[in-house]
């Protein structure tokens, strides 16, 4: 929430990311920390390392939430990292992850408990599932499609193996492994007992345990009833049941191979159809449904992560589920473990405010930051506990300034010439939210109609609308939803002014684009989610509709449209608006002005995990805006040097055009990254392939034409040649955003391995792993070099991270220059290059200068003057005396490219 008198957390100087995992351990994190005490970091931002699944490298396929990853270390070795943080005064940012988590693994007890048990599971509540689903056959069951062919197939080719195990009977199928519902047991235990009393006697006390344990287990309370008492009883019951049959298992020779022998029965005799009929038969009685992978987009009837099957969502909004995974976490802030809390994805829960109060109440002095995606004119609601953002606003306004607006026609008539087609980005926006929502989040579509068919037919005014057009008008609605979601709390009655202006500009936009359908229908979805038809079922289609809605924007905008709309790709990154071509100076100031007033601890990032490409990445492409006709020439000629490289016309045009793109941006790229990049950005745009229906023809081109052209001498020596001029500003544009990143107001993030130059990609490029061997060094000579001869040093990254560890070991000696209450003030140049010089005031005593669009400005200050305020001003960067009155540009930035200017204090 904006500052106030109750909110008042550690909050850090400067934070930096670290990816653990098993390549990256806490004891190898341990190792760096000296080095980022040394540079001037405050806090080590973490992703999560709680228990997730075998091999994770990431952190957010979390399969326990109350258990350390052992991957990443032991107990032992965790305590030792924690011990060395504290030892250099660095705190902690942890990584929370309440919307999701993995179920693709045995490890995830909660999942496996309800895969066991359907709705009378004691984990049913922790899932958002819908036990009632369109399609009869799923009533009361789960669909788990993670079959590689169709059932039937995958079940006779003997892929699906009953077990038992330890007193439990399971289905696996490959490295799964579901368990049973305990009383279905007695169709295995029942089958064949005849033999095993003619082989025992009945009067045998092994057959008589038998037959006691299955007299239980089909008494067991139904998988159907949810009533407290019941589920209670079931749960105790049949571990009861289990630990009998286990004992009886070891106890009895007859009764383990009545048991091993049934098994094998019941997985049934390749090449005879009927006799799988039993392990059939079994797995129809069971509360989940096995089938093929590509079933999930229509009928799977659990929330997920997005459309990520293994990746299911959990309901932290009931109070017992927030507080299950959110033990640990809780108890390591108690301990002084973390001081502070980065919520992953705040627009998947169904209410993000109750649940940020929620955090805040368990953790009230602790700084927290959302990962909330804001649109161009949208703020963080004012009412959240928390610090503020990931920083994505900050990435996008600061990246903005580096782009000129004088190059978006000319840059637009390149792609046009190359692509063939003259796209509007609002509308390839919208098309891919369409795309999405019919293919990837069809199932959620069908949930939220058939809410909608229900909430209709209970009145008279909608309930003749079909249910094709309730699935269209939802569709379309969405489509032209003006931001990832609304916060619309149905429990409390509160409909915000600006939530309502986004559900009218939806309601009114997919209106007149689809006259066909009758207007009434975006009227009935207007009045639901203005809360102006109350009742149970209209306050959870709500409640649904801002978590599908926020799902539509991620996957429809940055998974989708940003690797088809290839106009220019500086622009195309989280949180960004690829059809806004670059903004003022004086936006930019705006932007840092009202951070200042309203969120002014709130983080600032230029790289993250997620990114899709990094800050230099973007820094170099953004000069291609200042030279269009040089640009326009390299295309030319690499599209006739490499058209011999293509096959059968492919790829296409616009994935070449995005191709050369990245080659200049991130110059030298290896062939293995450069083709794993490609195939990735193919796969998104969904145009000819996909990750999971693929083309083999397209993606082979593909590969063989990255393959071809960067083994090609002649193209690869005019790409080089062509990228060697813009390397160098490229490097200058990093400064200045780093520059503004460590002195606008908030707090500033550095992703590992950003401190250098860090050419990286979208994930996992830009997941690999980090020299920090290198940088210790770097860092050493980096504190006994002068600004001047520090810069000398261009080429190996030195200057970024020397302008980091001076700024930040600065910050400390002057606290009070970069408090959050420091106003921050625009300053303007006057002169020839005046436009290309950005400048503004922290308080009254902290000058940042930094250059932009620096192709154009030819390195030539000319008479261009920053006027100086009264009093005595040194650059903290070059220790040197500033001119007072009229200062000269050239003479401020004549040693290193950026400025930090300090009033010295009077003794």
């Given at each position: 929430?904006?500052?106030n008198?109750?909110?008042?957390?550690r909050?850090?100087v400067?934070t930096?990311?670290?990816?653990?995992?098993?390549?990256?351990?806490f004891?190898?994190?341990?190792k760096?920390?000296?080095?980022l005490a040394?540079l001037g970091?405050?806090?080590l931002y973490?992703?999560?390392?709680l228990?997730?699944r075998?091999?994770?490298?990431?952190g957010?396929?979390?399969v326990?939430?109350?258990?350390?990853?052992?991957e990443?270390g032991s107990?032992e070795?965790y305590?030792?990292f924690?011990?060395?943080?504290?030892k250099?005064g660095l705190?902690?940012?942890?990584?929370?992850v309440?919307?999701?988590?993995?179920?693709g693994s045995?490890?995830?007890?909660w999942?496996?408990?309800?895969v066991?048990?359907?709705?009378?599971s004691t984990?049913?509540?922790f899932?958002?599932?819908?036990?009632?689903p369109?399609?009869a056959?799923?009533?009361?069951k789960?669909?788990v499609?993670?079959?590689?062919d169709?059932?039937?197939?995958v079940?006779e080719n003997q892929?699906?193996?009953l077990?038992f195990?330890?007193?439990?009977?399971?289905?696996?199928?490959?490295?799964?492994?579901?368990?049973?519902?305990p009383?279905?047991?007695v169709?295995i235990?029942?089958?064949?007992i005849?033999e095993?009393?003619?082989?025992?006697?009945?009067?045998?006390?092994?057959?008589v345990?038998?037959l006691?344990?299955?007299?239980?287990?089909s008494?067991?309370?139904l998988?159907?009833?949810?009533?407290?008492?019941?589920v209670a009883?079931r749960?105790?019951e049949?571990e009861?049941?289990?630990?009998?049959?286990?004992?009886?298992?070891?106890?009895?020779p007859?009764?383990?191979?009545?048991?091993e022998?049934?098994v094998?029965?019941?997985?049934g005799?390749?090449?005879e159809?009927?006799?799988?009929d039993?392990?059939?038969?079994l797995?129809?009685?069971?509360?989940?449904?096995?089938?093929?992978w590509?079933?999930?987009?229509?009928?799977?009837?659990?929330?997920r992560f997005?459309?990520?099957?293994?990746?299911?969502?959990?309901?932290v909004e009931d109070?017992?589920?927030?507080?299950?995974?959110h033990?640990?976490?809780f108890r390591?802030?108690?301990?002084?473990?973390?001081?502070?809390?980065?919520v992953?994805h705040?627009?998947?829960?169904?209410?993000?405010e109750?649940f940020?109060?929620?955090?805040k109440?368990m953790?009230?002095n602790?700084?927290?930051?959302?990962?909330?995606i804001l649109?161009q004119d949208?703020?963080?609601?004012?009412?959240?506990?928390?610090?503020g953002?990931?920083?994505?606003?900050f990435l996008?306004?600061v990246g903005?300034l580096?782009?000129?607006?004088?190059?978006?026609?000319?840059l637009?008539?390149?792609?046009r010439?190359?692509?063939?087609s003259?796209p509007?980005?609002?509308?390839?926006?919208?098309d891919?939210?369409r795309?999405?929502?019919?293919?990837?989040l069809a199932?959620?579509?069908?949930?939220?109609?058939?809410l909608?068919?229900?909430i209709?037919a209970?009145g008279w005014l909608y309930c003749?609308f079909t249910?094709?057009?309730?699935?269209c008008?939802l569709?379309?609605?969405?489509?032209?939803?003006?931001?990832?979601?609304?916060?619309?709390r149905?429990?409390?009655?509160?409909?915000?002014a600006?939530?309502?202006?986004?559900i009218?500009?939806?309601?009114?936009?997919?209106r007149r684009n689809?006259?066909d359908l009758p207007?009434d229908l975006f009227?009935?979805?207007?009045n639901l989610?203005?809360?102006?038809?109350?009742?149970?079922?209209e306050?959870?289609?709500?409640g649904?509709?801002?978590q599908f809605?926020?799902a539509?924007m991620?996957k429809g905008?940055?998974d989708?449209a940003f690797y088809?709309?290839n106009?220019f790709?500086a622009l195309?990154?989280v949180?960004?608006?690829p059809?806004?071509?670059?903004i003022g100076?004086d936006e930019?100031?705006q932007s840092?002005?009202?951070?200042q007033?309203h969120w002014?601890?709130?983080?600032?990032?230029?790289s993250?995990?997620d990114?899709?490409?990094?800050?230099?990445?973007r820094?170099?492409l953004?000069?291609l805006?200042e030279?269009?006709?040089?640009?326009?020439?390299a295309?030319?000629?690499?599209?006739a040097?490499?058209?011999?490289?293509r096959?059968?016309g492919?790829?296409d045009?616009?994935?070449?055009?995005?191709?050369?793109?990245?080659l200049?941006g991130?110059?030298?790229?290896?062939?293995?990254?450069a083709?794993a990049?490609?195939?990735k950005?193919?796969?998104e745009?969904k145009?000819?392939?996909r990750a999971a229906?693929?083309?083999?023809?397209?993606?082979?081109?593909?590969?063989e034409?990255?393959?071809?052209?960067?083994a090609?001498?002649?193209?690869v020596?005019?790409?080089?040649?062509f990228?060697?001029?813009?390397?160098?500003?490229?490097c200058?544009?990093?400064?200045?955003?780093?520059?503004?990143k460590?002195?606008?107001p908030?707090v500033?993030?550095f992703y590992?391995?950003a401190?250098?130059?860090?050419l990286?990609?979208v994930?996992?490029?830009?997941?690999?792993q980090v020299?920090?061997a290198?940088?210790k060094e770097?860092l050493a000579e980096?504190a006994t070099l002068?600004?001047?001869e520090?810069w000398?040093?261009?080429e190996?990254?030195?200057?970024k991270?020397?302008?980091i560890?001076?700024?930040l070991n600065?910050?400390?000696?002057r606290?009070d220059?970069?408090?959050i209450?420091?106003?921050?003030?625009?300053?303007?140049a006057?002169?020839?290059?005046?436009?290309?010089a950005?400048?503004?005031?922290?308080?009254?005593?902290?000058?940042?200068l930094?250059?932009?669009?620096?192709?154009?400005?030819h390195?030539?200050w000319?008479?261009?003057?920053?006027?100086?305020p009264?009093?005595?001003w040194?650059?903290q960067?070059t220790?040197e005396?500033?001119?007072?009155?009229a200062?000269p540009l050239?003479?401020?930035?004549?040693?290193?490219?950026v400025?930090l200017?300090?009033r010295?204090?009077?003794p």
């Amino acid at each position: 929430m904006a500052i106030n008198a109750e909110y008042r957390p550690r909050i850090p100087v400067s934070t930096y990311r670290l990816q653990l995992n098993h390549d990256f351990t806490f004891s190898d994190a341990r190792k760096v920390l000296a080095y980022l005490a040394a540079l001037g970091i405050t806090d080590l931002y973490s992703s999560s390392y709680l228990k997730s699944r075998q091999g994770s490298l990431h952190g957010y396929d979390i399969v326990d939430f109350g258990e350390l990853n052992d991957e990443i270390g032991s107990g032992e070795e965790y305590e030792a990292f924690v011990a060395e943080q504290k030892k250099h005064g660095l705190g902690q940012l942890f990584d929370v992850v309440p919307n999701h988590m993995c179920i693709g693994s045995a490890e995830n007890h909660w999942w496996m408990d309800v895969v066991e048990n359907g709705p009378s599971s004691t984990c049913a509540r922790f899932f958002d599932i819908n036990w009632h689903p369109v399609k009869a056959e799923l009533k009361n069951k789960i669909l788990v499609p993670v079959l590689g062919d169709q059932y039937g197939r995958v079940l006779e080719n003997q892929e699906l193996r009953l077990g038992f195990k330890d007193g439990c009977f399971f289905v696996s199928y490959w490295d799964y492994r579901f368990p049973l519902r305990p009383d279905t047991y007695v169709m295995i235990l029942a089958y064949r007992i005849k033999e095993l009393e003619e082989e025992l006697t009945a009067g045998h006390p092994h057959y008589v345990e038998l037959l006691s344990i299955n007299t239980a287990l089909s008494h067991l309370p139904l998988y159907t009833d949810t009533d407290p008492d019941s589920v209670a009883e079931r749960n105790r019951e049949k571990e009861i049941a289990k630990r009998r049959l286990a004992g009886l298992y070891k106890a009895s020779p007859e009764v383990s191979r009545f048991i091993e022998g049934n098994v094998t029965v019941f997985n049934g005799v390749k090449g005879e159809p009927q006799s799988f009929d039993l392990l059939d038969d079994l797995l129809r009685n069971q509360a989940f449904r096995l089938s093929n992978w590509r079933v999930a987009t229509e009928e799977i009837n659990y929330r997920r992560f997005f459309d990520v099957n293994d990746l299911a969502a959990i309901r932290v909004e009931d109070p017992l589920v927030f507080h299950e995974a959110h033990k640990l976490v809780f108890r390591l802030i108690r301990e002084g473990r973390v001081t502070g809390l980065r919520v992953d994805h705040p627009d998947g829960l169904r209410d993000p405010e109750e649940f940020l109060l929620r955090l805040k109440e368990m953790a009230p002095n602790t700084w927290i930051v959302v990962e909330k995606i804001l649109g161009q004119d949208e703020s963080l609601p004012a009412t959240w506990p928390v610090a503020g953002t990931t920083g994505y606003d900050f990435l996008n306004r600061v990246g903005d300034l580096f782009v000129d607006p004088q190059g978006e026609k000319p840059l637009g008539d390149v792609y046009r010439m190359v692509s063939g087609s003259d796209p509007d980005y609002p509308e390839v926006a919208r098309d891919k939210k369409r795309l999405v929502s019919r293919s990837l989040l069809a199932a959620e579509v069908e949930r939220l109609t058939g809410l909608l068919l229900r909430i209709a037919a209970a009145g008279w005014l909608y309930c003749d609308f079909t249910h094709g057009e309730m699935a269209c008008a939802l569709i379309e609605f969405t489509a032209y939803f003006p931001v990832y979601r609304s916060y619309v709390r149905p429990g409390h009655g509160a409909v915000t002014a600006t939530d309502a202006r986004y559900i009218r500009i939806a309601a009114q936009e997919a209106r007149r684009n689809q006259p066909d359908l009758p207007p009434d229908l975006f009227e009935f979805l207007t009045n639901l989610l203005l809360l102006k038809q109350p009742g149970s079922l209209e306050d959870e289609f709500v409640g649904r509709f801002q978590q599908f809605s926020a799902a539509v924007m991620a996957k429809g905008l940055e998974d989708t449209a940003f690797y088809c709309f290839n106009r220019f790709v500086a622009l195309n990154e989280v949180g960004g608006n690829p059809g806004r071509f670059g903004i003022g100076i004086d936006e930019f100031h705006q932007s840092c002005r009202a951070r200042q007033s309203h969120w002014p601890a709130s983080m600032l990032s230029t790289s993250t995990h997620d990114t899709k490409r990094s800050e230099d990445v973007r820094a170099r492409l953004c000069l291609l805006s200042e030279m269009p006709r040089e640009w326009r020439g390299a295309v030319d000629r690499w599209s006739a040097m490499n058209r011999r490289h293509r096959r059968n016309g492919w790829p296409d045009r616009n994935a070449e055009y995005l191709y050369y793109q990245t080659l200049v941006g991130a110059w030298p790229l290896p062939t293995e990254r450069a083709v794993a990049y490609m195939e990735k950005a193919a796969h998104e745009a969904k145009e000819h392939t996909r990750a999971a229906l693929g083309d083999p023809e397209y993606d082979q081109a593909l590969r063989e034409f990255v393959t071809a052209t960067l083994a090609d001498l002649d193209f690869v020596a005019d790409l080089a040649g062509f990228a060697a001029p813009l390397v160098k500003p490229g490097c200058i544009n990093s400064l200045t955003q780093t520059l503004f990143k460590l002195t606008a107001p908030g707090v500033p993030d550095f992703y590992q391995g950003a401190e250098l130059w860090d050419l990286s990609l979208v994930d996992p490029d830009n997941r690999r792993q980090v020299d920090f061997a290198v940088r210790k060094e770097l860092l050493a000579e980096a504190a006994t070099l002068s600004a001047q001869e520090a810069w000398q040093e261009w080429e190996s990254g030195l200057p970024k991270l020397w302008l980091i560890r001076r700024v930040l070991n600065f910050r400390p000696q002057r606290p009070d220059l970069f408090a959050i209450s420091a106003q921050y003030e625009p300053m303007a140049a006057r002169g020839r290059a005046a436009a290309h010089a950005i400048a503004f005031k922290r308080g009254e005593n902290l000058i940042a200068l930094a250059p932009r669009l620096v192709i154009a400005l030819h390195d030539d200050w000319g008479d261009t003057l920053l006027e100086m305020p009264p009093g005595a001003w040194r650059n903290q960067l070059t220790d040197e005396t500033a001119p007072q009155g009229a200062a000269p540009l050239s003479a401020l930035l004549g040693k290193f490219p950026v400025a930090l200017l300090a009033r010295e204090e009077i003794p």
